[in-house]
């Protein structure tokens, strides 16, 4: 009569065990490579979830990737879709109103992408038309300085989008992250006779001082800690072991 | 919970003045939700007409081929009709190279292209329907007045079945109206593209998507009622008896 009583209890326990692996969901750009990309299995690839799953593991925490269009992803984030946001976010002061901030993961300066020998002065933006991601800190930049001189600006969802669109000259340029316009679209057979051009673009009042994961506004805990597993794999190897699997320099930064 | 004042603060954005511009200085928002709207409807009724009259021919293959297009239109959605006229077609060189590209690589004309197309298939089976139904009456008088076969279908087939056409068409329309709103997937700034454009400056969704919602809805309206004035006025003489 007891044992099988006993069975239930141990049963139980284990199950409670299971339940108390904590969970924490990380949302991800849905393709920005080669920060983030969506395999054909559909599971996401990339240096933001590989950062995410290192740092899960030092927080002893199961890691779901979430996929997420950009342009959505903070209001998705308040909503409670998901508990953290690691998507190549600039930490800028305007989404700081909205969201809290761990410390920099990578630094890297915008370049704009554009047809090989492009002489990018201040001259050559007028009349052209350059792809932006929509509400990226990009958009911000050149509606304030390119559009001034006389760049019309085209907004895009997903950054493959704007190189679709670039390769069959429906824009000049698309401005996104150096490494993303490298990776993903001049280094590709697509992105043929296309290079980076002109200078890096990194004023810290538009590009704030590098790339940080969002936690929710007073998520004080979930920060506290994200923070101290940023610490301990940049300190192990582990992140500069991520960093080289898809990048030849660093993009830490200073 | 609602922000009223995130509201008047960005609906000028809606009415084509963003960033603090005066109303009306670009397109954007409801001026090009209108042209949008407008030269689709008005492309595709001059397509539908020819081919309604094509649909109900008794010759096979005049009527197959426009039976296949109706059937393509209207079985397949119009997202992904946009999606392949500006996505798709770009990927091939020989278009990228042809005289149609200066006009294709814009994203208006694709988007008025794909609305055309869609809602012509649409308006050539409400036509071709109320072709078929004319009543034996109009077409016996017709001959009977030694009226020729187009004549006929001039003066007679073709004005009785467009009146009649009314009521459903005005359906097609507002539908049509609200299908713009896709545009916006191809980077046009059309009504709902400011209202994602809001969404994602302000990282609030509940505000422009319902400052946009509205504007639908009173748009919807003023289409109803133009098209209820019209069918009052074309349409008169079948209403019941008033008296």
Redesign the interface.
């Known amino acids: 009569m007891k044992k099988p009583l006993l069975a239930l209890g141990t049963l139980a326990l284990a199950l409670s065990a299971t339940v108390s692996a904590e969970t924490l969901r990380f949302a991800t750009d849905a393709s920005y490579p080669p920060f983030s990309k969506q395999g054909a299995d559909g599971k996401m690839t990339g240096f933001d979830p590989d950062i995410a799953q290192a740092l899960c593991a030092v927080m002893k925490a199961k890691c779901e990737i979430v996929p997420q269009d950009f342009?959505?992803i903070?209001?998705a984030l308040?909503a409670k879709k998901f508990d953290a946001v690691i998507a190549s976010m600039n930490i800028t002061e305007e989404r700081k109103k909205?969201v809290d901030f761990s410390d920099k993961y990578y630094n890297m300066a915008s370049r704009l992408v554009a047809k090989q020998g492009a002489q990018i002065n201040a001259a050559w933006f007028k009349g052209k038309k350059i792809g932006v991601l929509?509400?990226s800190i990009q958009e911000k930049y050149a509606?304030d300085t390119f559009a001034k001189q006389g760049a019309q600006l085209?907004?895009?969802?997903k950054a493959p989008?704007s190189f679709?669109?670039l390769k069959?000259?429906?824009v000049d340029a698309a401005f996104v992250d150096a490494a993303v316009g490298d990776t993903d679209f001049v280094k590709t057979p697509n992105g043929k006779g296309f290079a980076l051009v002109g200078p890096d673009y990194n004023d810290p009042k538009y590009f704030g001082v590098g790339s940080g994961i969002a936690v929710r506004k007073g998520d004080k805990a979930l920060l506290a800690r994200i923070n101290g597993a940023l610490k301990q794999i940049r300190a192990d190897g582990s992140y500069d072991k991520i960093q080289k699997k898809y990048f030849s320099f660093d993009i830490y930064g200073k | 919970m609602i922000d009223l004042n995130l509201i008047i603060e960005r609906f000028p954005a809606f009415l084509g003045g963003t960033d603090g511009a005066p109303i009306m200085s670009t397109s954007d928002g409801l001026q090009l939700t209108l042209e949008l709207l407008g030269l689709s409807l008005a492309f595709g009724l001059l397509l539908a007409v020819p081919m309604a009259l094509m649909l109900v021919s008794r010759n096979k293959w005049v009527a197959r081929p426009v039976w296949l297009y109706t059937y393509v239109f209207r079985g397949t959605p119009l997202l992904v009709q946009l999606f392949i006229i500006y996505y798709g077609l770009s990927q091939f060189d020989w278009v990228r190279d042809s005289w149609a590209w200066e006009y294709l690589r814009e994203a208006y004309v694709c988007a008025i292209l794909a609305f055309t197309l869609n809602t012509a298939a649409y308006t050539t089976e409400i036509l071709a329907g109320q072709i078929r139904n004319t009543h034996y009456g109009e077409i016996e008088a017709a001959k009977a007045m030694g009226m020729g076969k187009w004549l006929m279908m001039r003066r007679i087939v073709i004005p009785s079945a467009l009146r009649r056409a009314l009521p459903a068409y005005s359906n097609e329309v507002v539908m049509m109206m609200q299908s713009t709103s896709i545009a916006g997937l191809v980077t046009l700034a059309d009504l709902t593209g400011v209202a994602r454009r809001v969404f994602s400056d302000t990282y609030m969704p509940f505000e422009p998507f319902l400052t946009v919602a509205g504007i639908y809805l009173v748009m919807t309206f003023a289409l109803v009622w133009l098209f209820k004035k019209a069918e009052q006025r074309w349409l008169a003489y079948l209403a019941p008896r008033k008296h």
């Open positions: 342009d959505g903070i209001p308040n909205a929509r509400s509606r085209v907004s895009y969802g989008e679709m669109d069959a000259g429906r």
